[in-house]
């Protein structure tokens, strides 16, 4: 699952800082506490020292041999010489309160007038675990408090740091190269990367607009220059085939060189509407009357198709009016019911829709021969239908592109559906 | 009938040129502007076809030229070009009629005709051909005086016939003009084969020649 390069930050700095943090901690506790049992063996042995020389001072007799929970001095004491000068753990007993408190002692052996003597002194232990329990809460309270500030300010910060970036993508999501608009990435965003991001971008994005012009400029002088020999040929073909004395074989020849001259000069024509649409050469808007010319347009079909018409049925919803070009919003919906005539079966049916902003054309026909989202590319042809330019669904497209009217083709159980938009989308 | 072709295509105005041999008409070409200019300066022609680009200026500052000058030439525009305001524009300027290149020769000729019967028909309003009469003012069409009952398809298509009698004509263009240039969007020109048809049953009837006849599958042709 992808995450967001803010939340993926976040994580990962959740993850390790935890963990140094933790780390830190238990060294910290250690540390401390290595510290305090240092500084407890520090007062034992100055205990020891001022003691013995208190002692060596009052020649023994004025001292007393044991204060509870200060210090112990035993004659001829029986600890082995190994635990001699190491501090050890052990508990005292107060009768008043009636419990035992941690200390930590060390006991040392010394000489006095020919005596043996072993001194213990005794620390306490428990205000200093109470001082460790206390810095270690603060510290802990501190880190924690740590932890959260930063993981805080790294958020807010990649926020801030990455909007350059989403504003870039942004507008990159948003263009469109048919478009004319230019694309304004932002030229400073104040980050190096960023601007290099940006700069890149922009290049690729007019390298991409360049070639795409290029293009466009090529299909739309092709067809310009395509026109004239087309012209020529049709009219040599119209002098040919008015000569007298032909044969039928010669004249199924002209036939075929007319059927293909002609059908060359419609698929250019179509190429050339397309070029003129692209670079909206149909700037004349008007309301149109979209129910009646889609009623004129089927009753022109019906008339003038010889052979077996599939059975229509319309839903059209009157006097619908649709902000557009007169000419291109014919030529849409021509080519839409072109469209569903010709590619048809015998015996089959075409449904019109039209309701609200929406216009459906459905019809029977072959199985889906070509992938939907194939259907509208020019050329885009599924059968060998040589009734078809291969060009009318492009043509649909490249109409709807225009208005921002939302196109769909949809097939199923042997219905071919064309669903128009007219609403901006 | 003086006829002048100003088109810079060469191959083009050779087609036109031949096209209208056939007609008695008597055709002069021009492949430039400049030429165009010392043509219509020195003669005075029935009908000029005009092609709006051509080298060394435009075929409408030329048609400009002509109506400023006062000559009262009928012009057809022949161009490229096919917005609406292009059309616009040529017939404000004078011109009589606009014709979209690819055009059909057979077209073109009948927009000529038309032309010049409406400059200089001088209230002669029929066409005749054997039993077959035509009154261009009434639509109607008469066989020995008998009118015979045409839809507006099938007179259009008689008239267009007519115009080009003795030739043949293609389905396309007899499709291209019953419809203009909606006719690319019908799937099929089987339809000019069932108007024809009607044309054709319906004359019989009113006991008209059989005048109309079918070249293979080329098209159609009106013999007289």
Known sequence: MTKSLQQKHTRYLFARLLAVLLLGSIAFYFFMRMHAEHMQLKQLELRQRNLQSAFLLQQNTLMPFHITGEYDIAENGTLPPQQLGKPRDTLVFYPAENKSLPFAILTRAFDANGRHYQLTTYVSSTEIDHLIMKVFGTEAFLFGLLFVVIIYINYK????????????????????????????????????????????????????????????????????????????????????????????????????????????????????????????????????????????????????????????????????????????????????????????????????????????????????????????????????????????????????????????????????????????? | MKVLIIEDEISLLRSITEYFRKEDYLCEGAGSYAEGIARIEDFYYDCIILDINLPGGSGLDLLRYLRTHNKQDGVIIISARDSLDDKIAGLNLGADDYLVKPFHLSELNARVKALIRRKYGQGNNLISLGNLTVDILSRTAFIDKAPVLLTKNEYDLLLFLLANKNRVVSRKSIAEHLFGQEADNLPSFDFVYSHIKNLKKKMKEKGADDIIETVYGLGYKIIG
């Open chain 1, 157 to 425: 910060t990649s926020g801030v740091l990455w909007k350059p970036f989403r504003n870039t993508l942004q507008k990159l999501r948003e263009y469109d190269i048919t478009k004319q608009q230019p694309v304004e990435l932002g030229a400073d965003t104040g980050t190096r990367e960023f601007d290099e991001l940006n700069e890149v971008a922009a290049q690729l994005i007019k390298k991409n607009r360049q070639a795409y012009h290029q293009q466009k400029q090529f299909v739309e002088n092709a067809s310009h220059e395509i026109q004239t020999p087309l012209a020529i040929i049709r009219s040599k073909l119209e002098l040919l085939i008015d000569q007298p004395n032909i044969t039928a074989q010669v004249a199924a020849l002209l036939a075929d060189i007319t059927e293909a001259n002609d059908r060359l000069s419609q698929m250019n024509r179509n190429l050339l509407l397309l070029a003129k649409i692209e670079n909206n050469q149909f700037p004349e808007t008007a309301a149109v009357n979209v129910s009646v010319l889609m009623e004129k347009i089927i009753a022109v079909y019906r008339q003038h198709y010889s052979g077996e018409f599939p059975e229509i049925e319309t839903a059209i919803q009157p006097d619908l009016l649709i902000n557009c070009n007169a000419s291109l919003i014919e030529i849409l919906l021509n080519n839409l019911v072109k469209n569903a005539v010709v590619h048809n079966i015998p015996g089959g049916y075409i449904k019109v829709e039209l309701t609200g902003d929406c216009l459906r054309i459905a019809n029977s026909g072959q199985p889906q021969a070509i992938a939907s989202e194939r259907i509208f590319e020019r050329f885009g042809k599924g059968t060998d239908e040589t009734r078809s330019t291969g060009l009318g669904l492009a043509l649909v497209k490249q109409v709807c592109q225009l208005y921002n009217w939302k196109v769909d083709y949809t097939y199923q159980n042997a219905v071919h559906t064309i669903t128009v938009m007219f609403s901006a989308t």
